[in-house]
């Protein structure tokens, strides 16, 4: 999960070294023909698992020479925030399918509009 969106390594570096989880996590969880949810994640929460891992463990910071576009909350510390058994993760399950829809073609979409009489 992004956590700032970058390119440039001063930034990153910039990053690391003054990051620390500021405010609440809103994350959907979409995994189609099976379960997910919406998951809320408390500052506090997020500052425990910091603390406990550390700032090298918590972020995954991503390898020189790789076009990442950013770095992101290393999978460890997720998985740690969204298993939590103090109370704190606010959750809703949802089951993910996908709906039974047409396969979109926009170029006959266009070209029945322009051949209407709605033009």
């Known amino acids: 999960m992004k956590v700032v969106w970058t390119v440039d390594w001063e930034k990153v570096e910039e ?6 989880p500021r405010s609440d996590i809103l ?4 995994r189609w023909g099976s379960d997910g949810g919406l998951f809320l994640i408390p500052r506090e929460l ?3 698992v910091f ?6 463990r918590y972020l995954h910071i991503p390898k020189r020479g790789t076009n ?3 770095v992101e909350i290393a999978r460890e510390a997720l998985r740690r925030m969204l298993s939590d058994e103090t109370g704190r993760l606010r959750q809703i399950g949802i089951r993910w399918e996908r709906p039974d829809v047409a396969p979109i073609e926009p170029y006959r979409r266009w ?3 322009w051949r209407s009489d709605s033009v």
């Open 51 to 56: 603390h406990d891992l550390g700032r090298d």
């Open 27 to 30: 994350l959907a969880q979409i």
């Open 46 to 48: 997020q500052r425990d």
């Open 15 to 20: 990053f690391r070294r003054s990051y620390e």
């Open 68 to 70: 990442p576009r950013g």
């Open 111 to 113: 070209l029945d509009y």
